[in-house]
């Protein structure tokens, strides 16, 4: 049981660039999430999904996308990558709307150059 | 647009040393959770409180929800340089839309 799991740990892009940031969850939840963590911002909500087939947009979705094909994984895209990117990104899931306890994975650092 | 604010966003303490930390907003939410968070990794869940007034103890770690559900805090006792790290609470909102607002942080150091 390897909990919520994210690929990749690092990465270094250049303005302009895309790329996809992948997040499995081995638990069977419902709900996914991304966050971007700055500092002295707390985490802010990219987007979620609350369940497979489905996305919605939180607090800062602009200059991302994501997809839920599969119950278990949550992508976040990039397109055209902007240095205010700059980030780490965590992915987090919950099992149902009665708990609202998430389980975070271990954050992927990005840079945009 | 639901925000909570942390105090004090940064803390520096000796060991043994009591504090507290406090997560205050102007919305109402459902719930809020606290999580610390380890330098290089995510948040880890601590507690999560639901009833306003709802007081949680674990450990030396003492958490309570205010009566009208807008305000949280935590509190140390005795802290220890295992207690290090960044404390964030969360608010799940009463909107029904799943969404959690996370506060700005508190980073704890515990000095032996």
């Known amino acids: 049981n390897a909990g919520v799991t994210q690929t990749p740990k690092f990465r270094v892009l250049k303005t302009g660039q895309s790329m996809t940031l992948l997040c499995a969850q081995d638990?069977?939840?419902?709900?996914m999430y991304w966050y971007r963590q700055d500092p002295g911002m707390g985490l802010r909500l990219i987007h979620y999904?609350?369940?497979?087939?489905?996305?919605a947009k939180g607090e800062v979705p602009d200059g991302y996308n994501v997809s839920r094909l599969k119950k278990q994984n949550f992508l976040l895209g990039l397109e055209s990558a902007a240095p205010s990117q700059t980030s780490v990104y965590f992915c987090?899931?919950?099992?149902?709307?009665?708990?609202?306890?998430?389980?975070f994975g271990p954050g992927t650092r990005l840079t945009v150059t | 647009t639901q925000l909570l604010e942390q105090s004090p966003q940064f803390l520096s303490i000796q060991e043994g040393e009591n504090l507290t930390v406090y997560c205050n907003s102007s919305?109402?939410?459902?719930?809020l959770q606290w999580y610390r968070q380890e330098p290089g990794e995510g948040p880890v869940l601590l507690v999560t409180?639901?009833?306003?007034?709802e007081v949680k103890k674990l450990k030396r770690l003492t958490f309570q929800f205010g009566d009208a559900r807008k305000d949280s805090s935590l509190h140390i006792t005795a802290a220890q340089p295992g207690d290090t790290g960044l404390y964030l609470c969360?608010?799940?909102?009463?909107?029904?839309?799943?969404?959690?607002?996370f506060g700005t942080g508190t980073r704890l150091k515990v000095l032996a």
């Open positions: 409180v639901v009833t306003g007034g």
């Open positions: 987090a899931s919950s099992y149902s709307e009665e708990s609202y306890e998430q389980y």
């Open positions: 919305s109402v939410f459902s719930s």
């Open positions: 638990m069977n939840h419902e709900y």
């Open positions: 969360a608010g799940a909102s009463t909107s029904g839309t799943y969404k959690y607002i």
């Open positions: 999904s609350v369940g497979e087939g489905t996305t």
